[in-house]
């Protein structure tokens, strides 16, 4: 699944794209939205909240629209040129085409697609904890929610977008590994909630700005992960194999030499 850093990647690539310029066309390709049509209408921002994008229009009468949408584990967006061949994916996955004159946003196999008064974007986004890569970011906020649910693991605690918004299985899994503490661990247990979620945090913004995530401060592939994808392979900290199980609906690797469980 695509972690906060990624989407707001994302949103980057159509802002470039798409930011102050006039729609010339859209085609939606879902039911909810198949005779919408957002000709005229003026991109006036691409922003991410955790995991979901949202493309704020206006149109020449002032009225405000926000087209929110979630890359899921097999959504994304491209931008193309005008005329240039769209071959990010197959055609059957294409859910929303955005025209503009100096270029074509198309988004494959979108979720949740929804398009709502912009003033009403908290009934799409508001349940969401703090956006760790948002410009109204709080930790202190974030480790209250976390602590809110003191029996639940910690390893489903940081994917619970409600606690804090954008971390994903990657992060989870990385962050848990530096700082020592298993997945199964009970939130109550955590040494330290705050420098947990802090790491967290640091780890989405060193990565923000690209499409290949490191946490081992290494770019090359193999080289870029502690223990996420690497199951079986010795632990870069003591040797012993990195293990990989389920947790909840989600897989986890850990070390369990590195990793000890608390209760």
Known sequence: MPEG????????????????????????????????DLTGW????????????????????????????????DGAWRAYAPGERWTAR????????????????????????ALVPTAEEDSLVGHLGPDLLGAD?????????LAAHPDATIGEALLDQ?????????YKCEVLFLRGVSPWTPVRAVPDLAGTVALAQRLLAANRGRWTQSTTGVLRRGGTSYVYGR?????????????????????????????????
């Open 5 to 36: 850093d990624t989407v707001w990647n994302t949103a980057r690539v159509l802002e470039r794209a798409l930011a102050g310029a006039r729609l010339t066309g859209s085609d939606f390709r879902v039911p909810q939205l198949a005779t919408t």
């Open 42 to 73: 003026t991109v006036r921002e691409s922003a991410s909240r955790g995991k979901h994008l949202l493309l704020r229009l206006r149109d020449p009468d002032a009225a405000e629209l926000t087209l929110h949408s979630h890359l899921r584990m």
């Open 90 to 113: 197959p055609a059957h996955l294409i859910r929303v085409v955005l025209r503009s004159p100096g270029a074509v946003a198309v988004g494959y196999h979108l979720h949740e697609l």
């Open 137 to 145: 970011w709080d930790p202190t906020e974030a480790v209250r929610r």
């Open 162 to 170: 409600r606690n804090l918004a954008g971390v994903g299985n990657l």
């Open 231 to 263: 199951r079986a392979q010795p632990c870069r900290r003591c040797g012993t194999a990195i293990r990989k199980e389920e947790l909840g609906e989600r897989v986890t690797y850990w070390c369990p030499v590195c990793q000890p469980e608390r209760e």
